[in-house]
C-alpha cells in the first residue's frame, strides 16, 4: 500500500549532509519525494511510496547522517498524490 508521510526534523540538521543522505536513502527504497533545508533550522522532508520502505526513511530520519544530531521529529500523514517522480532535493 502506497502511503504518503511530511516529516520535519529539527537539531542539527543542516551542514551535516542530511539532505543528500536522505536522497540516497530514498533512492535505495524506491522512495520518491523531497527534502529541503528551512530557514528556521530544520530539515523538511516528503516520502511517498511502500508503507515500509517509508517508515525506513523515517526511522533513518530520527538519527540521520553520523554528523547529525535529532532532537525531534515531527511526522505527518498526508493524503497520497502518485507522484512517483523519483527523489529531489530543494
Do not use: Y
Not at 553520523?66 to 517522480?85: F, I, L, P, Q
Amino acid at each position: 500500500m502506497t502511503v504518503r508521510r511530511r516529516v520535519l526534523v529539527d537539531g542539527r540538521v543542516q551542514g551535516v549532509f542530511f539532505r543528500d543522505s536522505t536522497k540516497r536513502e530514498a533512492e535505495e527504497r524506491g522512495v520518491s519525494g523531497s527534502v529541503t533545508n528551512r530557514s528556521d533550522g530544520a530539515v523538511e522532508a516528503v516520502f511517498e511510496g511502500a508503507g515500509d520502505a517509508v517508515d525506513a526513511m523515517i526511522e533513518f530520519c530520527r538519527s540521520g547522517p553520523s554528523r547529525a544530531s535529532v532532537e525531534d521529529v515531527e511526522v505527518t500523514k498526508e493524503e497520497v498524490e502518485g507522484s512517483g517522480g523519483g527523489f529531489r532535493v530543494i
